[in-house]
């Protein structure tokens, strides 16, 4: 048995014109989260990330919270995060775009639910990537996480790819993988256990943040 521990990355800038880098928050829960992991006696045997900024940033906060040296990590951007900005805009082409749509966390996320229904029914034009390939390139990478050697594995990602390999995972539909997704909170840890005998992934624990506590409820973003 191997267990896989998916690590969404900590806060990152929501509102400003570049997303991908963490905010100041999000710098402080990676370093967290590491300490945390420490302090739990886990060893990580593969390191493997997407190749988006917030996720170098986060795997970066993690080994130093931590206290280890700098590991070996693979990259892949096939645990890249679909691009929500570039797909609401698709959405929005030759139409008055809302106000707020990219600054407004309400106005934001009430409209990413519904585009993201959208996009999973094929109905939005020239999305940055269908619904088909994000889903045969989560299938993709699953398979290579999969097969990576050792005892812990710590995959550093996104909501978006989090939540759908729950969904693939659990056999739920496209809808419940939307409500996943939005539950999701930053530097969380979800925790699945995979059999190499079955070739199948258990959820194990899902959305923890153990470095939230009283004294750090501040800690505790969605976005």
């Known amino acids: 048995m191997t267990k896989i521990l998916f690590v969404r990355h900590g806060q990152a800038q929501f509102g400003h014109e570049n997303y ?7 710098l402080a829960q990676s370093v967290a989260l590491g300490k945390e992991l420490a302090k739990q006696g886990v060893v990580v045997d593969q390191w493997i990330q ?3 900024v917030r996720h170098d940033e986060t795997l970066s906060g993690i080994v130093e919270g931590m206290g280890i040296s700098v590991p070996s990590v ?7 995060e679909y691009d929500f900005r570039a797909l609401l805009d ?3 082409v030759g139409r008055q775009r809302p106000d707020g749509l990219h600054t407004d966390r309400k106005t934001h996320f009430r409209l990413l639910r519904d585009t993201l229904a959208l996009w999973q029914d094929n109905k939005i034009s020239n999305p940055p990537e269908s619904w088909e390939e994000f889903e045969t390139r989560l299938a993709r990478v699953s398979k290579r996480v999969a097969d990576l050697e050792g005892d812990t594995i710590l995959v550093v990602s996104s909501g978006g790819v ?13 809808a419940k993988q ?3 997704q939005l539950q999701i909170k930053n530097a969380s840890v979800t925790t699945f256990i ?20 009283k004294d750090t409820q501040h800690f505790l973003t969605y976005s």
């Open 20 to 26: 991908d880098k963490l905010s100041k928050i999000g």
């Open 50 to 52: 997407g190749d988006m």
């Open 74 to 80: 693979v990259k892949t951007d096939d645990l890249n």
């Open 90 to 92: 698709a959405r929005f």
């Open 162 to 174: 989090i939540s759908k390999i729950i969904a693939s995972a659990l056999g739920l539909s496209n």
């Open 178 to 180: 939307v409500d996943v």
């Open 194 to 213: 995979y059999s190499r005998r079955t070739e199948t992934l258990f959820l194990n624990g899902f959305n923890e943040t153990p470095f939230v506590e």
